[in-house]
Every structure is written in structure tokens, then in C-alpha cells.
């Protein structure tokens, strides 16, 4: 007989007013609430061994503070560091924690830890006996690759919508939704939904959850005694503007964001009742670090990047020659060049991974572009892998070696050299791998 259980909790995250708003190289202070922020938590334990999966509505949370993040869950609640994973959905309308350009709320930083503490705390006091299954569906026409090959022969992101001079994308979005369901005896059922875009529907000053707010509402107000979990996948190429319409018919917005969720929540009820059992006996858990080249360059460009920050901060941005997504590119590409100029020459990234049975949990820390999670999910060994972003750690952009000689956003303000989406892709597989034989 299986010894597995799952428990369920969640908690209201949501910041005060005045705490600044992440994204955009440009300062945004909330100052209102559109709908709360939450963090989400699953316990899982076979007996011996239990860890807990969050997912919680920010943007990202850098590397060193999520460590302490994570000690503190894991001491509190007395597992192990490396069974604590913490995934952030990546929503835009969230708060700053410490991005080095806008200050953070120290105040607020110790609230999430204590509640990231708090909401494991009850997820493990809610654990049941359970049982898994699995099933893969399809959401169309709300992921979009966002990098474009231009006419004049350019590389660009985010072009804008409708722009007569794009050639054609770079890539496809990975459609699939993923569905485990965690089946609990007299007690509601959990949903875990893997896709994969970015949460940057809304904007403003208002925090919100965007799509995965909408993905969670939905399923939980259409199916009984329900709890939905939302992982977000490798989505560092994808957003949710289809540039090949009209301005009029932009996609943008709340109410675009229910609908993004309610697509993804769609898919998943087309698939509730024909999952597939998978065995969900055994915990496992791993974390192993890859070191990877610092994108540093000659210190002569050093002098161009201050200027352009100090344009930037000084709200002379006409005097930059770019406009759009192109200047938020090389005010980008500016503040990586300057934050690298004394160092480091590698940055070490961890890779992290937890497993129950048949089903795993890869996490990235930062924004994997949508070829790395396609690839670690097809070298997985098991049934069912879950790649989340800005999981255990927040630490930029990871292209794909190609794109860092297109260019684009993403490839010039990553401070990685060209590799490091290989290097993660390899270390991931092999953590997996290293799991499933444990």
C-alpha cells in the first residue's frame, strides 16, 4: 500500500501601497489593488520524506534572498533545504525584491519569508493520503514568440503590433498545458497546471496575479471541492501580443488576462475526467550547480553604458536615438554592462528538483526561453515533468546559444555568455536523471 500524501494551503501575500512595482526599467509605486497576491503550497510526503512546492505571485526573487527564503522554511518547518521549492509565477504587477534598480520593502521581504514559512506549515498539516494521474492538453492563440526577424535584416522583440516591417518569428510557443491531479481520500482534490507565457498582460500601478489568478479562479469555481496550483513554464521568448493584427484588436489588459486564464483552465477541463494513474509513491529531491562565463565586456564601452543610464534616470530618453522595445533594450544591455564591470568573470546557478513517482519538478532560476523547457521535458525520464521559471531563484534571462548573435532584449541584457540555456538544459536532464535512479 502507498504511503503517499498531499496537503494543500495557501495564503494572501499581497504587499502594502507604496511598495514599487517590478518591470519596465521604469519606476511604478502600487497604489491600488486590482486583485490580492497569494502564495500557493502542496505538500507531499511518502512517509520518510517531505518536501513542499510553492508557487507565489512575484515576479522573482533574487538568488541570495531566496536562499534565506527557503532556510527558513525548511527550519521551521523541519525538512530539508533542498525539499523546499519555491517557483515565482513571474506576474509584472507585482512587487520589487531587490532588482538593483528600485528599492525593495525590507519590511515586506520579512512578511513573504514568515508567510512562505506559514503556508508550508499548514500545506503539511493538511497532508491526506493520495494518488496521482496526469494528462496533456492544448491552449492556442494566447502564447506568442515575441522575438522577430525584421526586414531590414534586424532582430527584434516586441516590435509592437502590426508593425508592416517584421519578417517572421523566431521559434514557436510550447502550447502544451500540463495537468497532474493529486487525488486525496475525503478531502479535495489537488490540481497541479504547468503552461508557459509570460504574466505581463495588465501593467499599471495595480497589483494584480494576471492570467494565473484567472487559471486558478476558474478551475476552482468549475469543478467541486477542487484546489488549483499554477507553475509557470519557460517562457523568457513568449508573451501574449500577436503583432500580426491590428492595434484596435491588440491582445491587452484585465479582461485579456481572464481570458488567457480561462484558455489555459479550458484546456485543462477538457482533460480532467481522462488523465492517466502514474505511480506517486517515492519523495525524491535534488539541487546541483552549474558555473557559467560572465557576459563581460572590454571596459571601453563602459563610458557609453554610464551615459545612457544617466540619460535614462535623468527622463531624457529623446536623446537616446531608439524608441520602444528598443530602448528599453539598450537601457538594458547599459545596466548589465555597467553591473559587470568590476565581475564576476562565472556565475554559479543552482538547478533544483523535486519527484513524487512518475512526476517531476525542474525548476530554472530566471527566465529559460521556450527550447529549454522543450528540451528538459523530452529528456526527462519521467512520465510527467513539470519546468518551472524563476524557480529557487531569480538571476536573469537564459537564451538560446543562436539568439545571442540575432540579438534582441532578451540576448543583450542577459549576463550570461552564449552556452549557458545549453548548460541548463544538461544539468537539468541530468539531475533528473539522477533522481530517477536514486
Do not use: W
Not at 142 to 149: G, K, L, Q, W, Y
Amino acid at each position: 500500500m502507498s504511503n503517499f500524501k498531499a496537503g494543500f494551503a495557501r495564503l494572501d501575500v499581497t504587499p502594502p501601497f507604496g511598495v514599487n512595482i517590478s518591470g519596465y526599467y521604469e519606476q511604478r509605486v502600487a497604489d491600488g489593488i486590482l486583485d490580492n497576491l497569494y502564495a500557493s503550497a502542496i505538500a507531499v510526503s511518502d512517509g520518510f520524506n517531505t518536501a513542499v512546492i510553492i508557487s507565489a505571485d512575484v515576479i522573482g526573487i533574487p538568488q541570495v534572498k531566496m536562499n534565506d527564503y527557503r532556510k527558513s522554511v525548511a527550519e521551521r518547518n523541519s525538512i530539508s533545504f533542498e525539499a523546499v521549492f519555491i517557483a515565482c509565477t513571474h506576474t509584472h504587477t507585482g512587487p520589487v525584491l531587490a532588482n538593483g534598480l528600485f528599492a525593495d520593502d525590507p519590511n515586506y521581504n520579512n512578511y513573504l519569508e514568515r508567510r512562505l514559512s506559514d503556508v508550508t506549515a499548514l500545506a503539511i498539516q493538511d497532508l491526506k493520503p493520495a494518488s496521482a494521474s496526469i494528462g496533456r492538453s492544448v491552449a492556442s492563440g494566447i502564447s506568442f514568440v515575441r522575438r522577430f526577424r525584421m526586414k531590414n535584416g534586424k532582430i527584434q522583440t516586441n516590435p509592437g503590433v502590426g508593425n508592416q516591417n517584421v519578417l517572421e518569428p523566431i521559434g514557436t510557443p510550447d502550447e502544451t498545458v500540463q495537468l497532474v491531479r493529486l487525488h486525496r481520500d475525503n478531502a479535495e482534490e489537488i490540481l497541479l497546471v504547468n503552461f508557459q507565457v509570460h504574466p505581463d498582460v495588465i501593467g499599471g500601478t495595480k497589483f494584480s496575479a494576471d492570467y494565473p489568478k484567472f487559471v486558478r479562479d476558474t478551475l476552482e469555481k468549475s469543478l467541486d471541492n477542487v484546489h488549483c496550483i499554477y507553475f509557470n513554464g519557460a517562457q523568457g521568448d513568449t508573451n501574449h501580443i500577436n503583432v500580426f493584427t491590428t492595434p484596435d484588436k491588440a491582445n491587452r489588459g484585465y479582461e485579456h488576462s481572464k481570458h488567457m486564464g480561462r484558455c489555459i483552465a479550458g484546456a485543462v477541463l477538457q482533460i480532467f475526467t481522462k488523465t492517466s494513474p502514474v505511480s506517486s509513491e517515492q519523495i525524491k529531491f535534488g539541487q546541483q550547480s552549474i558555473e557559467v562565463p560572465s557576459n563581460r565586456v572590454d571596459k571601453s564601452m563602459i563610458p557609453a553604458a554610464e551615459n545612457i543610464i544617466a540619460l535614462h534616470k535623468a527622463g531624457r530618453d529623446e536623446e537616446i536615438p531608439f524608441k520602444g522595445m528598443e530602448l528599453t533594450t539598450v537601457v538594458a544591455e547599459a545596466h548589465r554592462i555597467k553591473r559587470l564591470e568590476n565581475g564576476p568573470d562565472a556565475f554559479e546557478l543552482p538547478l533544483t528538483a523535486i519527484s513524487f513517482g512518475d512526476v517531476s519538478i525542474a525548476g530554472v532560476p530566471g527566465e529559460p526561453f521556450t527550447d529549454i523547457g522543450r528540451s528538459i521535458k523530452s529528456g526527462s525520464p519521467f512520465e510527467m515533468t513539470f519546468v518551472c521559471c524563476c524557480a529557487n531563484g531569480y538571476e536573469g534571462y537564459y537564451p538560446m546559444k543562436p539568439a545571442f548573435d540575432e540579438g534582441g532584449y532578451e540576448a543583450r541584457s542577459s549576463k550570461y555568455k552564449p552556452g549557458v540555456a545549453e548548460a541548463i538544459i544538461a544539468g537539468s536532464v541530468d539531475l533528473l536523471k539522477k533522481l530517477k535512479k536514486a
